[in-house]
């Protein structure tokens, strides 16, 4: 079973920067693709930052964050990161990693971790 581990939430203040780990049990490139989505109260979870590990490995960001927010990887530690700048109080929500894998087929979710940017 794959475990996803997030870390780095917190409080910050708007124009602030924050960096968010997930650390997955297994080898990153086994998945085909990892990201991090957020979810506030009430909303569905969204799309933040995703990349394609295969077929490509392109990158999609939501509008809300381009340009302020960068995903990025690192195979030794299998932690993938979420570089947040320019940070808004409208970034407060909880950020989730996912890691998709068709073979076994899987779809897995971390538990989580806060983000709160104060105006």
């Known amino acids: 079973q794959v475990q996803l581990q997030e870390s780095g939430g917190g409080l910050v203040q708007a124009g602030g920067f924050l960096r968010l780990s997930c650390a997955a049990s297994?080898?990153?490139?086994?998945?085909?693709?990892i990201g991090w989505y957020c979810q506030v109260p009430g909303k569905q979870r969204e799309l933040v930052a995703r990349t394609r590990i295969t077929s490509g490995g392109s990158t999609n960001y939501a509008d809300s964050v381009k340009g302020r927010f960068a995903i990025s990887g690192d195979s030794a530690k299998n932690t993938v990161y979420l570089q947040m700048s320019s940070l808004k109080p409208e970034d407060t929500a909880v950020y989730y990693c996912?890691?998709?894998?068709?073979?076994?087929?899987?779809?897995?979710w971390g538990q989580g971790t806060q983000v709160t940017v104060s105006s």
């Open positions: 996912n890691a998709e894998r068709s073979w076994p087929a899987g779809n897995f």
């Open positions: 297994g080898n990153i490139f086994s998945f085909n693709a």
